[in-house]
């Protein structure tokens, strides 16, 4: 099995800057691809982010395009989100996942962190 536990959610004001961090264990490879997701309240969950094996090769959704960056350190087998400039809009539970992250199709990924919250306020 693989663990994947998130970290540095919580509460900030609006413009203000959160990083994100995903840490992986167990039988995770790290030529798995990675990122994430969230779920706003009251709407389906969301693609947010993807970043392959490497690192060299991201996309981010249009939304969050020039506020949000993904990075990993495969050293560390752990997986980031810096998070700026940050909106009301961007309030949900986030998701680590790896595997077929590339998909961008909930029902394709491997494996799901438990999630966490991030509240923006105005």
């Known amino acids: 099995q693989v663990q994947l536990v998130e970290s540095g959610g919580g509460l900030v004001q609006a413009g203000g800057s959160l990083r994100l961090s995903c840490a992986a264990s167990?039988?995770?490879?790290?030529?798995?691809?990675m990122g994430w997701f969230r779920q706003p309240p009251g709407k389906e969950r969301e693609f947010v982010a993807h970043?392959?094996?490497?690192?060299?090769?991201?996309y981010h959704r249009s939304s969050v395009e020039g506020r949000f960056t993904i990075s990993r350190d495969n050293a560390k087998n752990t997986m980031y989100l810096q998070m700026d400039d940050l909106k009301p809009d961007d309030t949900a539970v986030y998701y680590c996942?790896?595997?077929?992250?590339?998909?961008?199709?909930?029902?394709?990924?491997?494996?799901w962190g438990q999630g966490i919250q991030v509240t923006v306020s105005s």
């Open positions: 996942a790896t595997g077929n992250v590339f998909t961008r199709e909930i029902d394709r990924i491997l494996y």
């Open positions: 167990g039988r995770f490879d790290e030529l798995w691809d």
């Open positions: 970043i392959d094996w490497s690192g060299r090769t991201t």
